[in-house]
Protein backbone atom coordinates (compact mmCIF):
# COMPACT_ATOMS: atom_id res chain seq x y z
CA UNK A 1 0.00 0.00 0.00
CA UNK A 2 1.30 3.69 -0.58
CA UNK A 3 0.84 6.14 1.90
CA UNK A 4 0.58 9.79 0.97
CA UNK A 5 2.82 12.30 2.93
CA UNK A 6 0.36 15.04 4.51
CA UNK A 7 1.38 18.60 5.82
CA UNK A 8 -1.57 20.14 7.56
CA UNK A 9 -1.99 22.88 9.98
CA UNK A 10 -3.94 23.43 13.04
CA UNK A 11 -4.64 26.52 14.76
CA UNK A 12 -3.55 26.43 18.31
CA UNK A 13 -6.50 27.77 19.82
CA UNK A 14 -8.49 24.78 18.38
CA UNK A 15 -6.85 21.94 19.54
CA UNK A 16 -8.66 19.33 21.27
CA UNK A 17 -4.86 15.88 24.76
CA UNK A 18 -1.57 13.07 26.06
CA UNK A 19 1.52 10.21 28.37
CA UNK A 20 5.22 8.41 30.08
CA UNK A 21 8.35 6.29 29.62
CA UNK A 22 10.51 3.74 28.01
CA UNK A 23 13.36 4.93 24.90
CA UNK A 24 15.94 4.91 21.95
CA UNK A 25 16.25 6.63 18.45
CA UNK A 26 15.28 10.55 19.19
CA UNK A 27 13.47 12.87 16.17
CA UNK A 28 14.12 16.48 17.73
CA UNK A 29 11.35 18.85 17.06
CA UNK A 30 11.79 22.42 18.49
CA UNK A 31 9.23 25.48 18.48
CA UNK A 32 10.23 28.13 16.07
CA UNK A 33 10.61 31.07 18.78
CA UNK A 34 13.95 31.74 19.29
CA UNK A 35 15.02 32.37 23.07
CA UNK A 36 17.53 35.52 23.85
CA UNK A 37 20.67 34.14 23.64
CA UNK A 38 21.66 35.71 26.90
CA UNK A 39 18.83 33.52 28.88
CA UNK A 40 19.91 30.53 27.36
CA UNK A 41 21.13 27.66 29.98
CA UNK A 42 23.63 25.17 28.83
CA UNK A 43 22.23 22.13 26.82
CA UNK A 44 22.88 18.74 27.96
CA UNK A 45 23.47 16.42 24.88
CA UNK A 46 21.38 14.14 24.10
CA UNK A 47 23.38 11.18 24.91
CA UNK A 48 23.30 12.18 28.42
CA UNK A 49 19.39 12.05 28.27
CA UNK A 50 19.46 8.39 27.07
CA UNK A 51 21.89 7.22 29.86
CA UNK A 52 20.30 9.27 32.73
CA UNK A 53 16.72 7.49 31.36
CA UNK A 54 18.26 4.42 31.64
CA UNK A 55 19.20 4.46 35.14
CA UNK A 56 16.13 6.72 36.77
CA UNK A 57 14.81 5.53 39.99
CA UNK A 58 11.47 4.40 38.43
CA UNK A 59 8.94 4.82 41.95
CA UNK A 60 6.05 3.10 43.10
CA UNK A 61 2.85 5.09 41.78
CA UNK A 62 -0.14 4.13 44.35
CA UNK A 63 -3.48 3.47 42.50
CA UNK A 64 -5.77 6.38 42.93
CA UNK A 65 -8.75 4.70 40.57
CA UNK A 66 -7.02 5.07 37.16
CA UNK A 67 -6.10 0.92 37.13
CA UNK A 68 -7.90 -2.06 38.36
CA UNK A 69 -8.85 -2.42 42.15
CA UNK A 70 -6.86 -5.59 42.43
CA UNK A 71 -4.20 -3.31 42.28
CA UNK A 72 -2.43 -0.92 45.23
CA UNK A 73 0.91 0.21 43.82
CA UNK A 74 2.60 -0.29 40.09
CA UNK A 75 5.78 0.60 38.79
CA UNK A 76 6.63 1.17 35.29
CA UNK A 77 9.78 0.13 33.33
CA UNK A 78 11.71 -0.83 30.41
CA UNK A 79 11.24 -4.19 31.02
CA UNK A 80 7.74 -3.96 31.92
CA UNK A 81 5.43 -2.90 35.04
CA UNK A 82 5.35 -4.82 38.17
CA UNK A 83 2.45 -4.51 40.37
CA UNK A 84 1.89 -5.21 43.89
CA UNK A 85 -2.02 -6.44 44.53
CA UNK A 86 -4.19 -5.78 48.00
CA UNK A 87 -2.76 -8.45 49.48
CA UNK A 88 0.47 -7.80 48.45
CA UNK A 89 1.41 -10.72 45.99
CA UNK A 90 3.78 -9.25 43.14
CA UNK A 91 2.81 -9.46 39.57
CA UNK A 92 5.38 -8.81 37.11
CA UNK A 93 4.39 -8.39 33.06
CA UNK A 94 7.87 -8.50 31.21
CA UNK A 95 7.43 -7.63 27.77
CA UNK A 96 9.27 -7.93 24.49
CA UNK A 97 7.96 -5.99 21.39
CA UNK A 98 4.33 -6.65 21.32
CA UNK A 99 4.23 -9.52 23.32
CA UNK A 100 4.54 -9.97 26.90
CA UNK A 101 4.52 -12.81 29.66
CA UNK A 102 2.87 -12.49 33.12
CA UNK A 103 4.54 -14.25 36.15
CA UNK A 104 3.29 -13.58 39.79
CA UNK A 105 5.36 -14.36 43.57
CA UNK A 106 3.61 -14.58 46.23
CA UNK A 107 4.58 -15.49 50.30
CA UNK A 108 3.77 -19.16 51.38
CA UNK A 109 2.48 -19.23 54.41
CA UNK A 110 3.05 -15.28 55.65
CA UNK A 111 0.23 -12.50 55.75
CA UNK A 112 0.76 -9.00 54.91
CA UNK A 113 0.25 -6.68 57.33
CA UNK A 114 0.09 -3.63 55.48
CA UNK A 115 0.73 -2.59 52.03
CA UNK A 116 2.43 1.06 52.16
CA UNK A 117 4.66 3.65 50.22
CA UNK A 118 7.56 5.16 51.73
CA UNK A 119 10.09 7.32 51.01
CA UNK A 120 8.73 9.90 48.69
CA UNK A 121 10.22 10.82 45.59
CA UNK A 122 10.17 14.36 43.81
CA UNK A 123 8.50 13.03 40.78
CA UNK A 124 5.06 13.57 40.18
CA UNK A 125 3.01 11.19 37.25
CA UNK A 126 -0.35 11.49 35.31
CA UNK A 127 -2.35 9.12 33.20
CA UNK A 128 -5.10 10.38 30.85
CA UNK A 129 -6.33 7.27 29.35
CA UNK A 130 -9.19 6.66 27.41
CA UNK A 131 -11.71 9.75 26.97
CA UNK A 132 -13.86 9.44 30.27
CA UNK A 133 -12.27 12.49 32.48
CA UNK A 134 -13.36 11.08 35.82
CA UNK A 135 -10.74 8.25 35.45
CA UNK A 136 -7.72 10.58 34.76
CA UNK A 137 -5.49 11.41 37.63
CA UNK A 138 -2.37 13.80 37.66
CA UNK A 139 0.51 14.85 39.65
CA UNK A 140 0.01 11.22 41.94
CA UNK A 141 3.37 11.33 44.20
CA UNK A 142 5.97 8.70 43.44
CA UNK A 143 7.81 6.33 46.17
CA UNK A 144 11.43 4.87 46.15
CA UNK A 145 9.77 1.84 48.84
CA UNK A 146 6.69 -0.18 49.55
CA UNK A 147 6.57 -1.66 52.73
CA UNK A 148 4.54 -4.87 53.34
CA UNK A 149 5.18 -5.22 57.07
CA UNK A 150 5.64 -8.09 58.79
CA UNK A 151 5.01 -10.95 56.76
CA UNK A 152 6.52 -13.71 58.31
CA UNK A 153 7.12 -13.73 62.10
CA UNK A 154 10.53 -11.54 62.31
CA UNK A 155 10.92 -10.88 58.84
CA UNK A 156 9.97 -7.22 57.15
CA UNK A 157 9.66 -7.50 53.67
CA UNK A 158 10.26 -3.89 51.86
CA UNK A 159 10.31 -3.57 47.61
CA UNK A 160 12.71 -1.21 45.50
CA UNK A 161 12.04 -0.65 42.03
CA UNK A 162 14.83 0.58 39.36
CA UNK A 163 13.82 0.71 35.47
CA UNK A 164 15.20 -2.54 34.92
CA UNK A 165 15.08 -4.06 38.30
CA UNK A 166 12.93 -5.24 41.04
CA UNK A 167 14.50 -5.01 44.43
CA UNK A 168 13.09 -7.31 47.60
CA UNK A 169 14.43 -6.79 50.95
CA UNK A 170 14.00 -9.19 53.83
CA UNK A 171 14.88 -7.49 57.05
CA UNK A 172 15.23 -10.92 59.51
CA UNK A 173 15.05 -10.04 63.40
CA UNK A 174 17.76 -11.26 65.75
CA UNK A 175 16.94 -14.51 66.42
CA UNK A 176 14.20 -15.17 63.58
CA UNK A 177 14.40 -18.07 61.36
CA UNK A 178 15.38 -16.95 57.69
CA UNK A 179 14.39 -20.39 56.30
CA UNK A 180 11.01 -19.03 57.25
CA UNK A 181 11.12 -16.37 53.62
CA UNK A 182 9.28 -19.48 51.00
CA UNK A 183 8.41 -17.73 47.88
CA UNK A 184 6.26 -18.99 44.97
CA UNK A 185 6.62 -18.03 41.46
CA UNK A 186 3.37 -18.56 39.24
CA UNK A 187 3.14 -17.82 35.13
CA UNK A 188 6.62 -19.59 34.44
CA UNK A 189 7.77 -22.74 32.65
CA UNK A 190 10.17 -23.39 35.41
CA UNK A 191 13.09 -22.40 37.68
CA UNK A 192 16.87 -23.76 38.18
CA UNK A 193 19.80 -22.64 39.88
CA UNK A 194 22.53 -21.28 37.47
CA UNK A 195 26.31 -22.24 38.38
CA UNK A 196 26.52 -18.55 39.20
CA UNK A 197 24.07 -18.96 42.31
CA UNK A 198 21.34 -17.33 40.56
CA UNK A 199 17.42 -18.34 40.23
CA UNK A 200 16.57 -18.74 36.22
CA UNK A 201 12.97 -18.30 35.09
CA UNK A 202 11.66 -19.37 32.27
CA UNK A 203 9.30 -17.86 29.93
CA UNK A 204 8.30 -18.08 26.39
CA UNK A 205 10.07 -14.64 26.12
CA UNK A 206 13.05 -15.40 27.16
CA UNK A 207 14.93 -15.66 30.69
CA UNK A 208 13.97 -13.76 33.84
CA UNK A 209 17.04 -14.03 36.31
CA UNK A 210 17.05 -13.64 40.73
CA UNK A 211 20.59 -12.68 40.70
CA UNK A 212 22.75 -14.32 43.04
CA UNK A 213 21.41 -12.56 46.74
CA UNK A 214 23.65 -10.68 49.02
CA UNK A 215 23.09 -10.50 52.77
CA UNK A 216 24.80 -8.43 55.22
CA UNK A 217 24.53 -6.90 59.17
CA UNK A 218 25.49 -3.97 60.52
CA UNK A 219 27.65 -3.68 63.67
CA UNK A 220 29.11 -0.08 64.75
CA UNK A 221 28.14 1.67 61.43
CA UNK A 222 29.60 -1.31 59.26
CA UNK A 223 28.01 -3.34 56.99
CA UNK A 224 29.32 -6.93 57.64
CA UNK A 225 28.67 -9.54 54.48
CA UNK A 226 26.62 -13.01 55.26
CA UNK A 227 26.80 -15.84 53.66
CA UNK A 228 23.72 -16.17 51.69
CA UNK A 229 22.54 -18.84 48.79
CA UNK A 230 19.08 -19.84 47.05
CA UNK A 231 17.57 -23.12 47.69
CA UNK A 232 14.68 -24.48 45.37
CA UNK A 233 12.09 -26.09 46.62
CA UNK A 234 10.14 -28.04 44.17
CA UNK A 235 9.21 -26.95 41.15
CA UNK A 236 8.22 -23.72 41.30
CA UNK A 237 9.18 -22.32 45.01
CA UNK A 238 12.68 -20.91 46.63
CA UNK A 239 14.06 -20.01 49.73
CA UNK A 240 17.43 -19.17 50.99
CA UNK A 241 19.82 -20.60 53.09
CA UNK A 242 22.50 -18.62 56.07
CA UNK A 243 25.89 -19.26 57.16
CA UNK A 244 28.08 -17.68 59.92
CA UNK A 245 25.38 -14.88 60.88
CA UNK A 246 25.77 -12.96 64.27
CA UNK A 247 22.66 -14.17 65.87
CA UNK A 248 22.11 -10.70 67.52
CA UNK A 249 21.93 -8.92 65.00
CA UNK A 250 19.26 -8.50 62.52
CA UNK A 251 20.18 -9.65 58.91
CA UNK A 252 19.14 -8.08 55.27
CA UNK A 253 19.32 -10.27 52.23
CA UNK A 254 18.78 -8.61 48.85
CA UNK A 255 18.03 -10.61 45.53
CA UNK A 256 17.18 -8.73 42.43
CA UNK A 257 15.09 -9.68 39.98
CA UNK A 258 15.70 -8.88 36.47
CA UNK A 259 15.04 -9.42 32.94
CA UNK A 260 17.80 -10.89 30.93
CA UNK A 261 16.94 -10.96 26.85
CA UNK A 262 16.25 -7.14 26.81
CA UNK A 263 20.06 -6.20 26.40
CA UNK A 264 22.12 -2.50 25.87
CA UNK A 265 20.20 -0.12 27.70
CA UNK A 266 16.48 -0.87 26.66
CA UNK A 267 15.87 2.70 25.04
CA UNK A 268 13.71 1.30 22.73
CA UNK A 269 11.21 3.54 21.84
CA UNK A 270 11.53 7.57 22.20
CA UNK A 271 11.58 8.75 19.21
CA UNK A 272 11.13 13.00 20.09
CA UNK A 273 12.72 15.66 22.43
CA UNK A 274 13.00 18.94 22.75
CA UNK A 275 15.04 21.54 25.49
CA UNK A 276 12.81 24.96 26.78
CA UNK A 277 15.19 27.43 25.42
CA UNK A 278 14.64 29.52 28.71
CA UNK A 279 14.90 26.87 31.89
CA UNK A 280 17.03 24.36 30.26
CA UNK A 281 14.36 21.85 31.03
CA UNK A 282 14.28 18.75 28.87
CA UNK A 283 11.02 17.32 27.10
CA UNK A 284 10.77 13.72 25.63
CA UNK A 285 7.98 11.27 24.06
CA UNK A 286 7.59 8.04 22.45
CA UNK A 287 5.80 5.45 24.06
CA UNK A 288 5.50 2.43 26.34
CA UNK A 289 3.41 -1.23 26.87
CA UNK A 290 -0.08 -0.91 27.87
CA UNK A 291 -0.46 0.36 31.72
CA UNK A 292 -3.68 -2.46 32.17
CA UNK A 293 -3.27 -4.69 34.97
CA UNK A 294 -2.52 -7.65 33.45
CA UNK A 295 -5.44 -11.12 34.11
CA UNK A 296 -3.89 -13.75 33.29
CA UNK A 297 0.32 -15.70 34.06
CA UNK A 298 1.80 -16.77 30.97
CA UNK A 299 1.81 -15.04 27.36
CA UNK A 300 -0.09 -12.40 26.73
CA UNK A 301 -0.29 -9.62 24.20
CA UNK A 302 -0.25 -5.37 25.41
CA UNK A 303 -1.10 -2.31 23.92
CA UNK A 304 1.59 1.09 23.32
CA UNK A 305 0.40 4.15 25.35
CA UNK A 306 2.14 7.09 24.66
CA UNK A 307 4.20 9.28 27.03
CA UNK A 308 5.82 12.77 27.80
CA UNK A 309 8.50 12.65 30.31
CA UNK A 310 9.81 16.00 31.95
CA UNK A 311 13.69 15.90 33.41
CA UNK A 312 14.80 19.39 34.94
CA UNK A 313 18.03 21.07 33.49
CA UNK A 314 20.40 18.45 35.85
CA UNK A 315 18.16 15.87 33.90
CA UNK A 316 16.19 14.95 37.10
CA UNK A 317 13.22 13.59 36.01
CA UNK A 318 9.92 15.52 37.66
CA UNK A 319 7.34 15.12 35.73
CA UNK A 320 5.61 12.00 34.04
CA UNK A 321 2.62 11.87 32.11
CA UNK A 322 0.75 8.64 29.90
CA UNK A 323 -1.45 9.00 26.95
CA UNK A 324 -3.65 6.59 25.32
CA UNK A 325 -6.86 4.75 24.41
CA UNK A 326 -8.36 1.06 24.43
CA UNK A 327 -5.47 0.56 21.37
CA UNK A 328 -2.01 1.09 20.54
CA UNK A 329 -0.93 4.96 21.01
CA UNK A 330 2.37 6.59 19.95
CA UNK A 331 3.96 9.92 20.11
CA UNK A 332 6.44 10.77 17.38
CA UNK A 333 6.68 14.56 17.28
CA UNK A 334 7.52 17.36 20.61
CA UNK A 335 7.56 20.79 20.12
CA UNK A 336 7.55 23.80 23.04
CA UNK A 337 5.64 27.07 22.24
CA UNK A 338 6.00 28.95 25.60
CA UNK A 339 4.59 27.60 28.63
CA UNK A 340 2.83 24.69 26.14
CA UNK A 341 4.06 21.12 25.23
CA UNK A 342 2.44 19.82 21.97
CA UNK A 343 2.72 16.22 20.79
CA UNK A 344 1.88 14.65 17.36
CA UNK A 345 1.56 10.62 16.66
CA UNK A 346 -0.51 7.95 15.40
CA UNK A 347 -3.63 6.31 17.75
CA UNK A 348 -5.78 2.83 16.81
CA UNK A 349 -7.96 3.86 20.04
CA UNK A 350 -11.23 5.32 19.45
CA UNK A 351 -11.23 6.86 22.99
CA UNK A 352 -8.08 8.67 22.90
CA UNK A 353 -8.67 11.54 25.88
CA UNK A 354 -9.63 14.48 25.42
CA UNK A 355 -10.92 14.05 21.91
CA UNK A 356 -14.65 14.54 22.19
CA UNK A 357 -15.01 13.69 18.53
CA UNK A 358 -13.16 12.56 15.30
CA UNK A 359 -12.78 13.98 11.86
CA UNK A 360 -13.27 10.29 10.92
CA UNK A 361 -16.72 8.57 10.88
CA UNK A 362 -14.88 4.98 11.41
CA UNK A 363 -14.68 3.67 15.02
CA UNK A 364 -12.52 0.00 13.80
CA UNK A 365 -9.50 -0.43 15.70
CA UNK A 366 -7.91 -2.21 12.50
CA UNK A 367 -7.58 1.41 10.90
CA UNK A 368 -5.50 4.68 12.73
CA UNK A 369 -5.23 8.24 12.65
CA UNK A 370 -3.00 11.15 13.84
CA UNK A 371 -3.14 13.14 17.14
CA UNK A 372 -2.32 16.17 17.84
CA UNK A 373 -2.22 17.09 21.72
CA UNK A 374 -1.40 19.72 23.97
CA UNK A 375 -0.29 20.04 27.39
CA UNK A 376 0.95 22.66 29.74
CA UNK A 377 4.36 22.81 31.43
CA UNK A 378 3.18 20.38 34.41
CA UNK A 379 2.39 17.65 31.52
CA UNK A 380 -1.19 17.98 32.06
CA UNK A 381 -3.73 17.55 29.49
CA UNK A 382 -5.35 20.15 27.84
CA UNK A 383 -6.94 19.59 24.30
CA UNK A 384 -6.04 16.85 22.03
CA UNK A 385 -7.64 16.18 18.36
CA UNK A 386 -7.80 13.64 15.94
CA UNK A 387 -6.52 13.93 11.97
CA UNK A 388 -7.39 11.13 9.92
CA UNK A 389 -9.95 9.68 7.46
CA UNK A 390 -11.43 6.23 6.06
CA UNK A 391 -7.65 4.90 6.27
CA UNK A 392 -4.71 4.82 8.20
CA UNK A 393 -2.86 8.18 9.07
CA UNK A 394 -0.15 9.22 11.38
CA UNK A 395 1.50 12.14 12.24
CA UNK A 396 5.41 12.20 12.45
CA UNK A 397 6.31 15.89 13.30
CA UNK A 398 5.63 19.17 13.85
CA UNK A 399 6.48 22.84 13.97
CA UNK A 400 5.17 25.97 15.58
CA UNK A 401 4.93 29.44 14.42
CA UNK A 402 2.67 32.20 15.91
CA UNK A 403 -0.49 30.64 16.70
CA UNK A 404 0.12 27.87 14.65
CA UNK A 405 0.65 24.03 14.62
CA UNK A 406 2.26 22.51 11.39
CA UNK A 407 2.09 18.50 11.67
CA UNK A 408 3.66 16.54 9.32
CA UNK A 409 2.86 12.92 7.91
CA UNK A 410 1.71 9.93 6.16
CA UNK A 411 -2.29 8.62 5.26
CA UNK A 412 -3.78 6.13 3.15
CA UNK A 413 -7.21 7.79 3.96
CA UNK A 414 -9.09 8.80 0.33
CA UNK A 415 -11.60 11.41 2.48
CA UNK A 416 -8.64 13.29 4.77
CA UNK A 417 -9.69 16.73 6.07
CA UNK A 418 -8.81 19.81 4.13
CA UNK A 419 -8.17 17.66 0.70
CA UNK A 420 -10.71 18.82 -1.81
CA UNK A 421 -9.38 16.33 -4.80
CA UNK A 422 -6.29 13.59 -5.01
CA UNK A 423 -4.30 13.02 -7.99
CA UNK A 424 -4.80 9.10 -7.53
CA UNK A 425 -8.26 7.50 -7.42
CA UNK A 426 -6.30 4.36 -6.38
CA UNK A 427 -8.32 3.58 -3.37
CA UNK A 428 -4.84 1.47 -2.21
CA UNK A 429 -2.77 4.60 -2.32
Known sequence: MRKRV???????AGLLSLLWLSSSQFTASKSLTKAKPSTTPSMPSKEAVVAKLASLERGWVKNEGQWDQRALFSAPGYFGTTWITKDGQLVHTAVKGKESWVISER????????????????T???YFIGNDPSKHRSNLPTYRYVSLGEVWSGVEVKLKATQKTVEKLFYVNPGADPSKIVVEVDGAKGLKLSKDGEIIIKTGLGDLKLSKPIAWQEKDGKKLPVEVSYKLLGKNRYSFEVAKADPSLPIVIDPILQATYLGGSGNESTWALAIDPTTGEVYVAGETNSNDFPGTSGRTSTDQDAFVAKLDSSLNLSQATYLGGNGDDYARGLAISGSDIYVVGITSSNNFPGTSGRTS??????????????????????????????????????AISGSYIYVVGSTSSNDFPGTSSRTSTNRKD
Do not use: C, I, M
Not at 362 to 386: C, E, G, I, P, W
Open 124 to 126: KVS
Open 361 to 398: TTTTRTDSDAFVAKLDSSLNLSQATYLGGDRNDGALGL
Open 107 to 122: WVDGKVQTVKGEEELP
Open 6 to 12: LLTLVPT
